[in-house]
Nanobody, 125 residues
């Protein structure tokens, strides 16, 4: 199983950025997906999650209304559209996967079986 994040970079506050996570080696449509982030010197925390079919999503309060998670099961890809970025969004962003039921989303790190290596997002003020 391989999860590969891309799309990170340096942006200014207020900008938008779209992260992608390409999955391989697993039956993607049977897996719920999640995004987490880890700021420098801090613990990894939940950002967003999407059910295996895409019908259910959940978000951390800190990103609700600014970030949107989506997936394309035909392309084995999950996306995180980030808008109105703030300096406090600066972090390494990780995607994660776990086999799941139809409409389940998961917000705990321990719920996930597989992880990517992350992509760095830096938001300057």
């Amino acid at each position: 199983v391989q999860l590969v994040e891309s799309g990170g970079g340096l942006v200014q506050a207020g900008d938008s950025l779209r992260l992608s996570c390409a999955a391989s080696g697993l039956p993607f449509s049977y897996y719920a997906m999640g995004w987490f982030r880890q700021a420098p010197g801090k613990e990894r925390v939940f950002v967003a999650a999407i059910s295996r079919g895409g019908s259910a999503t959940s978000y951390a309060d800190s990103v609700k209304g600014r970030f949107t998670v989506s997936r394309d099961n035909a392309k084995n890809t999950v996306l995180l559209q980030m808008s109105s970025l703030k300096p406090e969004d600066t972090a390494v962003y990780f995607c994660a996967a776990r086999e799941s039921g139809a409409r389940s989303t998961y917000a705990s790190m321990g719920d996930y079986e597989y992880w990517g290596r992350g992509t760095l997002v830096t938001v300057s003020s």
